[in-house]
């Protein structure tokens, strides 16, 4: 596959970047969290939760929309997919040990969205280890390239 059909505007994780801001700023300002997530998780670390999904969506929408560099938006878009597998993975382990089987289905779900999130992340790597190769390679080759 090229490297070009990679690096695309891919709609679901458009989407779920622009849905995670949406609820980690609503659970804030409205001061409400599920109730799995307040069972399984301190204070200190629900705030943190909610900051997560704020700042996933909002830095994977700024990479989406980077003006600049291939690489630089692939690595502002890897920082915000990383977040959001770290928060819904969170989601997951409190959904599980508080809910256990009544939340089988949410569970999976969630999990799903990290598992993408995590997948997405490998796929990002592998590009930008690509585009590298491309860069070393170009650069050997051009005669206004580095002198070994």
């Known amino acids: 596959m090229r490297i070009l059909d990679q690096t695309r505007i891919r709609p679901y994780e458009t989407v779920v ?3 995670a801001p949406v609820c980690g700023a609503l659970m804030m300002a409205l001061d409400v969290r599920p109730p799995s997530v307040e069972q399984a998780m301190p ?3 629900q705030t943190g939760w909610e900051f997560g999904l704020l700042v996933a969506g909002l830095t994977g929408l ?3 929309v980077w ?19 770290t928060v819904t993975g969170m989601y997951v382990v409190a959904l599980s ?5 009544q939340a089988i289905a949410a569970t999976l779900f ?4 990290a598992i993408g999130s995590v997948w997405r992340s490998v ?5 930008l280890r690509r585009l590298s190769e491309i860069g070393r390679e170009v650069e050997r080759e051009s005669p206004f390239g580095r002198t070994p």
């Open 17 to 19: 970047l622009l849905v």
């Open 43 to 45: 204070d200190l670390v």
């Open 62 to 64: 700024l990479g989406i």
């Open 67 to 85: 003006p600049g560099q291939c690489a630089t938006r692939l690595g502002i878009e890897l920082a915000a997919v990383l977040i959001l597998a």
């Open 97 to 101: 040990t508080t809910a256990g089987t």
């Open 110 to 113: 969630i999990a799903a969205v």
């Open 123 to 127: 796929e990002i790597v592998l590009i």
